[in-house]
C-alpha cells in the first residue's frame, strides 16, 4: 500500500458555506475534506493541516512553511508523493515556488477547486481524487511540481488561472498540458525537456525580506506608480508588465534609468517572449540597453515568484536565470 503525504492550505477546496451562501475558506481541516472523500485505489492517506488560510492570504513565509513540509515528507521512505491543497488565487503561484525550490523525482501535485464543497457541481472531490491518483502513479515522477485541475496535468511554470469561477480554471496557453486523467488512469502526452530548481536545505528561509512589486503597463499610464515603488527603500525587484513583446510608455525610461535595484520586463499576452524587435524610446531594445532584464516567456506573476527565489537563495545571475 503506498502512502501519500495530503497538505491542506485552505482556500475554496477547504470551505464552508454560510446560510446566505457565501463561502468562508480555509475552514475545514484536511482531515475534514478527506472524509467526504471517496480514496482512490488501496492508498493510505497521511494528513497535516499546514495553514487554514484564503489563498490571497498566504504569504512569503507562508510560502516556505509549506516547502519544508513537503521537503520533510519527500525524505521519507514510505512517502510516495505530496499533494498540497489551496486557493485557486494564488495557486500558480504557490505550485511555481514549490517548482523553483523543490528538488525530487517523486510526485508534487498542486490542486484546489473553483466550488467549495458544499456547492452544487463541486469540483473540490474530484479535483483531490485525481490529485491523489496522480500522486501514487509512477510515470508522474521527474515532472517537477505540477497543477493538476479538472482532469489535466499542467506544468507549474506555465499554468495560468484562466476563468473566475468555471471548474475548467486553468490553462497553460500555447504550451499545453503534461497529460489527462480519465477513469481514474493517468494519461502522460509530454514531459519537460529540461527542470530548474535550487538546491537548498530541508528547512532553508531566507534572512532578510524581499518586497517585489509589479507594474502593469497600458495606454495613458503615467509613470507615478513605478517612480514610487523604485524610490521606496522597502522595494528589493520590479517586474514589469510590458505589452508586445515587452515595450513601456516612453515616461517611464527616466526612472527606470535612475534605478538602483533589479527590473524584469514581460508581456501581458498570454503567448510569446519579450524581445528587442523594436528601436525607439521605452522598447524592449531600449530597456535591454538599460539593464532590464527580459523576462522571456514568464507571466508576471510567475516573474516575480522566479525573482523572490533568486534573491532569497543568494542568486545574482539573473538575465541567465530567466532565460531558463
Not at 478527506?34 to 493541516?49: E, G
Not at 473540490?124 to 493538476?148: C, M, P, S, W, Y
Not at 535550487?198 to 506608480?225: F, W
Not at 525573482?307 to 532569497?312: H, I, K, Q, S, T
Request: include cysteine; glycine fraction near 8%; hydrophobic fraction near 40%.
Amino acid at each position: 500500500m503506498q502512502t501519500i503525504c495530503l497538505l491542506a492550505t485552505g482556500g475554496t477546496i477547504a470551505s464552508k458555506q454560510t446560510k446566505e451562501g457565501r463561502l468562508v475558506a480555509g475552514e475545514l481541516s484536511g482531515e475534514e475534506l478527506v472524509n467526504s472523500l471517496n480514496t482512490p485505489f488501496d492508498i493510505h492517506l497521511k494528513i497535516d493541516s499546514v495553514l487554514s488560510k484564503p489563498s490571497i492570504h498566504i504569504m512569503y513565509e507562508d510560502l516556505w512553511d509549506i516547502r519544508k513540509k513537503v521537503v520533510e515528507n519527500l525524505r521519507a521512505k514510505d512517502i510516495s508523493g505530496v499533494v498540497v491543497t489551496t486557493g485557486t488565487d494564488t495557486l500558480e503561484e504557490v505550485a511555481y515556488f514549490l517548482d523553483l525550490t523543490v528538488q525530487t523525482s517523486k510526485p508534487v501535485i498542486v490542486t484546489g477547486s473553483q466550488r467549495g464543497p458544499e456547492q452544487v457541481g463541486s469540483d473540490a472531490f474530484v479535483n483531490l481524487r485525481n490529485a491523489l491518483i496522480a500522486a501514487a502513479d509512477e510515470r508522474v515522477k521527474d515532472l517537477g511540481t505540477v497543477v493538476i485541475f479538472n482532469e489535466r496535468i499542467f506544468s507549474a511554470k506555465y499554468v495560468r488561472k484562466e476563468h473566475a469561477s468555471n471548474i475548467q480554471g486553468f490553462n497553460a496557453f500555447g504550451y499545453g498540458y503534461f497529460g489527462i486523467i480519465d477513469n481514474d488512469q493517468v494519461h502522460l502526452f509530454q514531459k519537460p525537456i529540461t527542470k530548474e530548481a535550487y538546491v537548498l536545505d530541508d528547512d532553508y528561509k531566507p534572512s532578510k525580506s524581499y518586497e517585489i512589486e509589479i507594474v502593469k503597463v497600458h495606454l495613458g499610464a503615467t509613470n507615478r506608480l513605478l517612480e514610487f515603488v523604485l524610490q521606496d527603500e522597502r522595494t528589493s525587484a520590479v517586474i514589469l508588465e510590458g505589452v508586445g513583446r515587452g515595450q513601456v510608455p516612453k515616461n517611464f525610461m527616466p526612472s527606470i534609468r535612475e534605478a538602483k535595484i533589479p527590473i524584469v520586463v514581460t508581456t501581458s499576452a498570454v503567448e510569446g517572449e519579450v524581445y528587442p524587435s523594436y528601436e525607439y524610446e521605452g522598447s524592449t531594445y531600449d530597456l535591454l540597453n538599460h539593464d532590464v532584464i527580459l523576462g522571456k516567456d514568464y507571466s508576471s506573476k510567475k516573474a516575480k515568484i522566479k525573482m523572490y527565489v533568486l534573491l532569497a537563495t543568494g542568486q545574482d545571475s539573473f538575465q541567465q536565470a530567466f532565460e531558463r
